[in-house]
């Protein structure tokens, strides 16, 4: 099933620099959407809130 990736109010770290096709974007739906940028057209990957909160803490540490 495909579905409009617009809309999402898409985000990238201020890390990523200003080159800007070579890093991630997330997006917030009823989960988290990320996306490549460098195909911002292409394949997403959904993820549950709770397990992206989980991902981000386990980051964090």
Known sequence: MEHSLSGFGWRKSTYSGS????????GQAAGVIVRD??????PALAVPAAAWRALLAEIRR
């Open 19 to 26: 080159s800007g096709n070579n890093c991630l974007e997330v």
């Open 37 to 42: 940028t460098a195909d911002r057209e292409g």
